[in-house]
């Protein structure tokens, strides 16, 4: 579980270096593809030793590549209904942030050592699945991306590695401890957790 939540949040981090539109990538692939353009740029103007500028430049692309609300929805599944307003933009930007953070430099290293590999794309009805191959410590690995148009742009809402979705992974997990400990816990879990790695990064 801990190596697919790796690879889940290494991967996040990998493709939201910027914002692609419809109008520009019209394509799940051509949308993919350009962030790989983007952030290998990025990286090869960087030195070895990231500034604090360019880190958060890649950091902020991040909320606007993913559909984050529909990511968040699907990581409580029926809870999400039973939150209010509130609660939901909380939850929500908690989530966000602790992908954002998560496994930065293990992104870094992997986008500069690795190489994706896209084998297909299903579009239908402004919904798409993208399958990919990726080599991780010596591994391949395959990657399905479900993407979605929202306001005439791709956006990712579930990863499938190696077969497991992490929608599905984090809706179990979540369940779970709700059940276990309530909602109020799980949320200040998650914020303890965002808070440790913001303070990692200072």
Same mark, same amino acid.
């Not at 690879?7 to 939201?16: A, E, M, Q, R």
């Not at 191959?133 to 590695?161: C, G, N, S, T």
């Given at each position: ?7 889940? $949040? ?7 270096? !910027?914002? =692609? ?9 051509? $949308? ?9 740029? =990025?990286?090869?103007?960087? #030195?070895?030793?990231? #500034?604090?500028?360019? *880190?958060?430049?890649?950091? /902020? ?11 968040? *929805? ?9 939150? !209010?307003?509130?609660? %939901? ?5 908690? $989530?966000?942030?602790?992908? +954002?953070?998560?496994? $930065?430099?293990?992104?870094? +290293? ?18 798409? =699945? ?12 395959? @990657? ?11 956006? =990712? &809402?579930?990863?499938? @590695? /190696?077969?497991?979705? !992490? ?5 179990? +997990?979540?369940?779970?401890? @709700?059940?276990?400990?309530? &909602?109020? %816990? ?13 303070? !990692?990064?200072?």
């Amino acid at each position: 579980r801990n190596k697919t939540m790796k690879i889940y $949040f290494t991967v996040i981090s990998l493709y939201c270096a !910027t914002v =692609v539109t419809a109008e520009t990538a019209t394509g799940p692939i051509a $949308f993919l593809k350009s962030h790989d353009a983007v952030v290998q740029s =990025v990286l090869v103007a960087a #030195p070895d030793t990231l #500034p604090e500028a360019v *880190r958060k430049k890649i950091k /902020d692309h991040i909320n606007a590549a993913f559909d984050f609300p529909e990511l968040s *929805r699907l990581a409580l599944g029926g809870h999400w209904e039973q939150r !209010t307003t509130e609660e %939901r933009a909380h939850f929500t930007k908690t $989530f966000s942030g602790i992908i +954002r953070e998560q496994n $930065f430099d293990s992104f870094l +290293r992997y986008y500069r050592e690795g190489k994706i590999t896209y084998q297909s794309e299903e579009v239908e009805n402004g919904n798409a =699945v993208v399958t990919a191959a990726a080599p991780l410590e010596r591994e391949q690995i395959e @990657i399905v991306y479900k993407m979605h148009l929202v306001e005439k742009a791709w956006r =990712v &809402y579930d990863l499938v @590695i /190696d077969g497991v979705s !992490t929608a599905e992974g984090n809706r179990r +997990r979540y369940a779970r401890y @709700i059940d276990k400990k309530g &909602y109020e %816990r799980l949320i200040a879990q998650l914020d303890k957790q965002l808070d440790r790695l913001l303070q !990692t990064r200072k």
